[in-house]
């Protein structure tokens, strides 16, 4: 009986033990359980703030880039998207192109016909760099971003006149004719601040070949841009040298003023034509290229060193004297120029779809009423979707095109 009793006295305290350990073991699962969800709510915040933190930065790297690239000179960017177009992803150049042009309000019409002509011959990586006043920032926008040109990739600058403040002289007669944005050329290393090479273009133009082809337009050592002779053997073979001798110097410059004698140019110096222009920014900025160009504006004001019969654009003198035997030349078929002068008439169709660019240079624009091929042109126009800018047309035009 005693070891009977025993053995329950040591059977009891077992059971127990037991209970307590089943217990245990509930408590324990309990606690896993909820450690296991404190785990994967701690997970899931740090993945959120690490989400959080990575478009935090990107957003400051943007902020960055847009406060880096403005310059003291009033040259601000506005707008830029970066997304490539979706045709382009399967054969793309990754050497990015970038390409200045200005839009005018009243000439908003050509850049985007430039603009859609370059975009629609190239596989390359090109980026637009368009220099505009701030009345017409919204405008343009509107244009690009309901339109086919969305996801062209672009860049938009607030064009400051204030810059040009002492550097032109405006007479009466001039006033009209005088365009702030005319200069916007003047200070490429500006608009373009971290590319080593650019191409600026008129926004007159229509581009019919791949723009890479211009861009890799050899400089000479040394040269800080490359022009089309106004000499050269295509396009000028048409025009007739009349009055104002527009093809040198002379057409260009006072040759009466002592200024430009003791520059020892001689008067019968070929010109060039600056509406396109391919400009290596390194020697741009090595040579101080812009300083020299405003040197000779502040001159012209103080001493009317223009030709008075001046035959071109006002901005084409200072170019002609910081350039003068210091430039590479551009393929003459990269600028097919005269179809805004009678000279264009006289151009053969096969002449004409030869051509690489197109350029109405002169007085009549192929969103006007009298250029030459502006059938040609009207091919890569894309109607404003606001309204504002119509094309002017005869109405022997309207009639033929119905």
């Not at 200069?183 to 581009?207: G, N, Q, S, W």
């Not at 160009?293 to 901005?315: D, F, H, P, Q």
């Amino acid at each position: 009986m005693y070891k009977q009793w025993n053995i329950t006295a040591v059977c009891f305290p077992l059971t127990g033990l037991q209970r307590g350990s089943a217990y245990k073991q509930r408590h324990q699962g309990k606690m896993t359980f909820r450690k296991v969800n404190i785990l994967i709510l701690v997970l899931a915040i740090v993945i959120f703030l690490l989400v959080l933190h990575h478009n935090l930065l990107g957003l400051s790297d943007f902020l960055k880039r847009d406060v880096s690239d403005s310059s003291p000179l009033g040259l601000q960017p506005i707008d830029f998207i970066p997304e490539a177009p979706q045709r382009l992803t399967d054969e793309i150049n990754d050497q990015e192109i970038p390409v200045v042009i200005t839009a005018s309000e009243d000439r908003l019409g050509g850049v985007i016909a430039a603009m859609n002509s370059i975009h629609h011959n190239t596989k390359s990586n090109v980026v637009f760099h368009i220099v505009t006043l701030n009345d017409t920032v919204d405008h343009l926008r509107a244009w690009l971003s309901n339109t086919a040109l969305k996801k062209v990739k672009y860049r938009i600058l607030d064009f400051d006149p204030r810059i040009l403040e002492g550097k032109v002289k405006v007479e009466s007669e001039q006033a009209d004719s005088i365009k702030p944005l005319t200069f916007a050329r003047f200070y490429l290393p500006m608009l373009v601040p971290h590319a080593e090479k650019t191409i600026y273009m008129d926004d007159d133009v229509i581009v019919q070949d791949d723009i890479l082809e211009l861009y890799n337009t050899p400089l000479k050592p040394g040269h800080a841009a490359a022009f089309a002779d106004d000499c050269d053997s295509t396009s000028n073979k048409f025009a007739v040298r009349g009055a104002g001798n527009q093809y040198n110097y002379i057409g260009f410059l006072d040759y009466k003023k002592q200024t430009i004698r003791k520059l020892a140019m001689k008067a019968s110096t070929c010109s060039f034509n600056p509406g396109i222009i391919v400009a290596n920014l390194t020697e741009w900025k090595q040579q101080n290229i812009t300083k020299q160009l405003e040197k000779w504006m502040m001159l012209n004001v103080a001493e009317e060193l223009y030709s008075r019969t001046l035959a071109g654009s006002i901005a084409t003198p200072p170019l002609l004297i910081v350039f003068y035997k210091q430039h590479s030349n551009i393929d003459p078929m990269w600028n097919i120029r005269h179809l805004g002068s009678s000279t264009g008439k006289r151009y053969s169709p096969q002449f004409v779809k030869a051509a690489k660019l197109l350029h109405w240079s002169g007085h009549f624009k192929p969103w006007g009423r009298t250029a030459s091929y502006v059938d040609v042109w009207e091919k890569w126009y894309i109607p404003d979707p606001t309204g504002k800018f119509n094309l002017v047309r005869r109405h022997s035009e309207i009639n033929e095109a119905k």
